[in-house]
């Protein structure tokens, strides 16, 4: 079966082991521009006040390959760069032909906003699974609970805001 549960996103210890074992960097060095980074020297963030303000760019984070599958997620914001921020925040690639293990998140709902391509977000247990065409300037939100997957049916990169309420995974 390709139903698989997953509690938790990728923690940052499984990013820098799957940065590792692709040869990305998992570093997001601090541009140095205002400071509100919140970076230590090792590129670790710090803990944010609650009226602090977290500004990352892109190009300071790296691509991570999700362990098992071809897609790739830069992971922008989340509680692994910050306990304040109970949100993960990123944008996923996914190559062509690729299917997402249908997974749950137990106390997060999971938001896909389609960037470029086009691709099926699926739902649901195999007796009563939808499938739903998605492209460019759409969004599939799946609850809590609900097996879901995207998968990437076309012959071109599939590209997507990917959010998640991070309070319970």
């Known amino acids: 079966s390709m139903q698989q549960p997953a509690d938790k996103l990728c923690t940052e210890q499984q990013l820098q082991s799957v940065s590792s074992s692709n040869g990305s960097s998992s570093n997001a060095s601090s541009n140095g521009s205002n400071g509100s980074n919140q970076q230590d020297s090792s590129g670790h963030f710090q803990p944010l006040s609650p009226r602090q303000v977290l500004v990352r760019a892109l190009s300071e984070v790296g691509a991570f390959r999700i362990p098992d599958q071809t897609n790739r997620l830069a992971l922008l914001f989340g509680p692994h760069a910050s306990p304040a921020v ?84």
């Open 86 to 169: 109970s949100l993960s925040f990123g944008v996923e690639q996914f190559q062509p032909g690729h299917v997402t293990p249908l997974h749950t998140h137990k106390g997060a709902h999971e938001l896909f906003f389609v960037l470029a391509g086009r691709g099926v977000g699926v739902h649901g247990d195999a007796k009563q699974q939808q499938r739903v065409e998605m492209s460019v300037g759409d969004v599939a939100v799946f609850p809590p609970g609900v097996l879901h997957g995207v998968d990437n049916e076309s012959s071109e990169q599939l590209y997507c805001l990917q959010v998640s309420h991070c309070t319970v995974l």
